[in-house]
C-alpha cells in the first residue's frame, strides 16, 4: 500500500519539479503524446489477443435455471439461451453490474452448539456494488465534462451535463457534484482494501497503485477549480494545440498544479493496458458473458482439436472380427463361415 502511494507521490513531485525547471514541454508535451501512442497501440493488442484466444469449453457464467423442460422456470436473463438473452444480460452487466449486485459477504462465527465449530453466515454486500457504480458514473460524467477542452464551440450535450452536474451553485466557480462523489466513492474503495483484514491480505501493489492515482488526479483536479486555480482559456489553447498536433506552450502560463495533474492523466493512459483496468472492453471478450447458455441443445466444438479421422466402433469391427471371434469377444456381426472346398 505504501509503496503505491510513494510511487504516486514521486510522480507528482517529478511533474511539479520538471515544471519548475523548465521540463514543462516534457511532461506537457512528449508524456501526454507518448502516453495516448501507448494506451491506443496496448488496447489494441490486447483486443486482438482476446479475440483470437480460442475457447476451449463452454464456461458462461449462470445465475438461475437453464433452459430445460417446459415445465421448468426458465430464468432468461441470468442463464439465457438465445443472443438477446446474451445481450440483455450484458447491458445489465456492464450498466448496472447486476453480478457485482448479486454479490454476498460470507464470514465465519462461533457456533452455539458444543460440538460443531464455527459456521458460516452470508450477508448482503450492496455498498461495494453502490459506491463501484457511482465511481464508475461519475468518472464518466467528468471525462464527458472535459470534452469542452477539446471542442470549439462547446457541444450542446456538453454544456447540457455541465448544468445538471452543477445545479447545486455553492460558491464560485460552481460546484459539481461528480468531482466531489467521484472522490468520496475512490476514498470508500482503498478503505475497503486499507480496513478488511482479509482484502488486504490478498491485495498487490498493483491493486493500491491506480486507486491512488485515481485519487491523486481528483484532488489534483478539484485543486485546480477550486484553490490554485488555472486560467481555463490558456488550458483549452494548449489542449487544442496538442490535439491539432500543434503543441504551444512557451506562451502560456500554466501553473505546476496543471501540469501534475496532466502527469498523473498521462500515467494512468500508460498504466491501463497493462492492468486490471483493461477489464473495461475486456468484459465484452470474456466466454463467462458472451456465450449463450444452451449447451444442452448446442454442441460446444473445441477450435483447439483439428480435424480427425475417426476410426468408428462397425470399422473396427469389421478389420478385426476373424481375430475377436476366435478370443470369444462379443460381436454385433459374427464372420462368414467359409465355405468347404
Not at 483549452?236 to 503543441?247: A, C, G, R, W
Not at 466402433?313 to 475377436?324: H, I, K, L
Request: hydrophobic share 50%; with cysteine; glycine share 4%.
Amino acid at each position: 500500500m505504501f509503496e503505491s502511494l510513494l510511487l504516486v507521490l514521486l510522480i507528482g513531485a517529478c511533474a511539479w519539479i520538471g515544471s519548475s525547471i523548465g521540463l514543462t514541454a516534457v511532461f506537457g508535451i512528449v508524456l501526454p503524446y507518448c502516453a495516448v501512442l501507448v494506451f491506443i497501440v496496448g488496447l489494441v493488442r490486447r483486443m486482438v489477443y482476446w479475440a483470437k484466444s480460442p475457447v476451449p469449453f463452454a464456461i458462461p457464467t449462470t445465475g438461475g435455471q437453464e433452459k430445460s423442460l417446459d415445465f421448468i422456470k426458465h430464468d432468461k436473463y441470468d442463464c439465457p439461451s438465445n443472443t438477446f438473452g446474451v445481450v440483455v444480460r450484458m447491458f445489465l452487466e456492464v450498466c448496472l453490474f447486476r453480478s457485482l449486485f448479486r454479490n454476498t459477504l460470507a464470514s465465519t462465527v462461533e457456533n452455539d452448539s458444543i460440538n460443531e465449530g464455527p459456521r458460516v453466515v452470508y450477508y448482503s454486500s450492496k455498498w461495494l456494488w453502490f459506491f463501484s457504480l457511482l465511481f464508475h458514473y461519475c468518472f464518466l460524467i467528468v471525462f464527458l465534462r472535459h470534452f469542452r477542452f477539446f471542442m470549439e464551440p462547446v457541444p450542446c450535450c456538453i454544456s447540457a451535463i455541465e448544468a445538471v452536474d452543477g445545479f447545486l451553485q455553492i460558491g464560485s466557480p460552481r460546484f459539481f457534484m461528480t468531482g466531489g462523489l467521484l472522490l468520496v466513492a475512490l476514498l470508500f474503495l482503498l478503505s475497503r482494501r486499507i480496513f478488511n483484514k482479509r482484502l488486504r491480505y490478498l491485495s498487490l501493489p498493483n491493486d493500491y497503485f491506480p486507486l491512488w492515482l485515481l485519487i491523486g488526479i481528483v484532488v489534483t483536479g478539484i485543486c485546480l477549480r477550486y484553490f490554485d486555480k488555472a486560467e481555463i482559456a490558456q488550458v483549452k489553447i494548449f489542449i487544442m494545440s496538442l490535439t491539432h498536433f500543434q503543441p504551444m506552450i512557451e506562451n502560456l502560463d500554466l501553473n505546476a498544479m496543471f501540469i501534475v495533474h496532466l502527469t498523473f492523466v498521462s500515467t494512468l493512459l500508460l498504466y491501463f493496458p497493462f492492468s486490471k483496468l483493461v477489464h473495461m472492453p475486456g468484459i465484452f471478450f470474456s466466454p463467462t458473458r458472451n456465450i449463450a447458455t444452451n449447451t444442452r441443445e448446442v454442441r460446444h466444438i473445441n477450435p483447439w482439436n483439428p480435424p480427425k479421422q475417426f476410426f468408428t466402433y462397425p470399422e473396427y469391427e469389421d478389420t478385426y472380427r476373424d481375430a475377436m471371434a476366435q478370443a470369444g469377444l462379443p460381436l454385433e456381426k459374427q464372420p462368414e463361415k467359409k465355405s468347404a472346398e
